[in-house]
């Protein structure tokens, strides 16, 4: 398939609301941020670009695009005490915003729910994430993780997924939980790492639909950046139709994951381009509903 020419002029008098599902805000002289210090991995040359401060403020977007609101993602502020973070966000920000905080899935049974308790006296809590990635295996086997995955769905929270969907014994086991635990609702990150090339994308397309026939799962397109710095439009297409495809219009959200789509673009060009791709194939109304309504829903804001 040929890449979709992008016309510049399709944005022009269109109002197109966003509420970005999938976004980072940084206080470096507040949280920890172990992963930003320059001393420490990941050991990307072009760290330097985000290992900066970024409040709301930095979200700009201009018409006829409008930010709404947002999901800021747990960003490594302070993992111990994660609900630092959610104190900070909540006295800083004056958008419509929902909180997925960070949580240690392997925590002992009391211990989380200690935590989970102290997390939840804050209002924009939506969820928690523990990123999985190479873990993803030995974690979603865990009698102690699935235990605590249990209190987020009694507790009414989400659970944001990151790891690579093209790992087929860690799709598996995920949805064995999903099964086991129906109230649990699971919100993939990052279109759960589609690969550039075969055989991982193919795989990763057998991990998406395995997960999408479990309503309780919603899918976030995001971090293309993160598997290439120079990604094609193509390859970034071709993923959200498969998500769209799998799991329908109302299951896909569309997020920038800033700041670190800056290693590939602006915030502002980002979400032109995004709409300029999808608008001609989909038509605006399924857009809108990638890039606001769906995200309103899933996270109730």
């Given amino acids: ?111 989380f729910a200690g935590q989970l308790e102290k997390l939840g006296q804050f209002s924009s809590l939506a969820g928690i994430r523990h990123i999985l990635d190479e873990e993803a295996e030995a974690l979603l086997a865990s009698t102690q993780v699935k235990a605590n995955l249990a209190q987020l769905a009694d507790n009414g929270l989400s659970f944001d997924v990151q790891m690579p969907l093209a790992n087929a014994k860690a799709v598996n086991l995920l949805a064995r939980i999903l099964t086991d635990y129906p109230k649990l609702k699971i919100i993939i990150n990052h279109a759960g790492w589609p690969g550039v090339k075969q055989p991982e994308f193919q795989l990763w397309q057998q991990g998406i639909e395995k997960l999408s026939k479990f309503s309780q799962c919603a899918i976030k397109c995001s971090g293309w950046e993160m598997t290439d710095r120079s990604y094609s439009s193509h390859w970034q297409t071709e993923a959200i139709k498969l998500c769209i495809h799998h799991f329908g219009a109302d299951r896909v959200m569309l997020a920038s994951n800033f700041p670190l789509c800056l290693f590939h673009c602006g915030y502002q060009d980002y979400w032109r381009r995004l709409i300029e791709l999808l608008s001609p194939i989909l038509g605006r109304e399924a857009v809108q509903k990638l890039c606001f309504d769906n995200a309103k829903q899933w996270y109730e804001i």
């Fill in 1 to 111: 398939m040929a890449v979709i020419p992008r016309n510049k002029q399709q944005l022009k008098g269109t109002e197109m609301k966003i509420i970005d599902p999938h976004l980072h805000l940084f206080d470096l002289a507040q949280g920890d941020y172990h992963w930003l210090k320059k001393e420490n991995p990941p050991f990307w040359p072009d760290k330097q670009l985000i290992a900066k401060n970024f409040s709301q403020d930095n979200l700009n977007l201009v018409p006829p695009l409008e930010l709404a609101g947002f999901v800021h993602i747990e960003a490594g502020f302070d993992n111990e005490a994660p609900w630092r973070e959610i104190d900070w966000l909540e006295a800083s920000c004056s958008l419509p915003f929902r909180s997925v905080a960070f949580l240690d899935l392997t925590l002992a049974t009391e211990c």
